[in-house]
């Protein structure tokens, strides 16, 4: 049994309990945002601090990966997560095929580029894990260089995470049977049907072959410093709500860590009074 087996994929919310949770993540992921780019906050990070900031020095750079099955509401993850936040402060990045000029560099070197810096934020949708996914299973690449690719990866992470980042990694994992009802209502969705491809329903045909891939890539890239997190996802309410609740854990776990001070979470605002 491998560690995807472990997931309860029945865990669920009410809709009334996504929102309240979601709503009072929002404000805490603002606060820590903010925090971290240097706009609120007295943070304490002396390697960090760029005396020309006066009381609000930056805080490290903050990556968060997103990876998981074809439909397993990747997108709507990283919407609710970044929803509450200004849009000048975080960076979303799309990966898929690299391109003809990609592909003449270091295939990792695609993936430095928009790292964010000292204060920054950045979303990747898809990452360098399809080096030991989708070129793995599909034979798009060799088995001696795919392979190369898990130390490779370890090394990139270690350079990453040594430097400051923090990084969080998730995989969000659904059922077949929860990924096959998705595409349906995708293919019979007119403002959905543009998502779902004839490559994601061979895709498909592959699972067991994908799922072998993913355990090892996890077993191979799992660390204390760049740990994964695996996201139960067959219910989108308890996903995102995961999502945003794991991305403060791991925020405040790393900035402890590293001597970057945090302000305490906002107390919850009284409606009555908000009201008036």
């Known amino acids: 049994m491998g560690r995807l087996d472990d997931l309860d994929l029945t865990l669920r919310l ?6 309240a949770r979601i709503e009072a ?15 609120t906050g007295a943070g304490s990070m002396r390697s960090l601090e760029d005396p020309k900031r006066g009381d609000h020095p930056i805080g490290p750079p903050l990556l ?17 997560l970044t929803g509450g936040l200004d849009p000048r402060h975080y960076r ?16 990792l070197h695609r993936f430095w580029l928009p ?17 030991v996914l989708v070129e793995r299973v599909e034979g798009i690449t060799p088995e001696v260089d795919w392979r190369r690719g898990y130390g490779e990866i370890r090394e990139f992470e270690r350079q990453l995470t040594d430097d400051g980042t923090i990084l969080i990694k998730f995989w969000l994992h659904i059922s077949d049977e929860e990924q096959l009802s998705r595409f349906e209502r995708r293919r019979d969705d007119p403002l959905k049907a543009w ?8 895709n498909r045909d592959k699972r067991a072959a994908y799922e072998a891939a993913i355990e090892e890539m996890v077993a191979e ?12 996802a067959d219910s989108k309410r308890w996903a995102r709500v995961a999502v945003m609740e794991t ?7 790393r900035c402890e860590q590293l001597g970057f001070a945090l302000p305490e979470p906002l107390e919850a605002k009284d409606e009555e009074a908000g009201e008036s």
Do not use: C
């Open 14 to 19: 009410s809709r009334k309990e996504q929102d």
């Open 25 to 39: 993540a929002s404000v805490r992921l603002s606060q820590l945002r903010l925090t971290l780019g240097g706009q």
């Open 64 to 80: 968060i990966v997103f990876e998981g099955w074809d439909a397993a509401g990747k997108g709507g993850a990283i919407k609710r």
């Open 92 to 107: 979303v990045v799309q990966y898929a095929a690299p391109t003809p000029d990609e592909l003449r560099h270091h295939w």
């Open 115 to 131: 790292l964010p810096g000292r204060g920054g934020m950045a979303v990747y949708d898809r990452t360098w894990y399809g080096r």
């Open 195 to 202: 998502k779902l491809t004839e490559e994601d329903w061979r």
């Open 221 to 232: 890239t799992d660390s204390g410093h760049a740990p994964w997190d695996l996201i139960p």
């Open 247 to 253: 991305v403060i854990k791991r925020i405040e776990e």
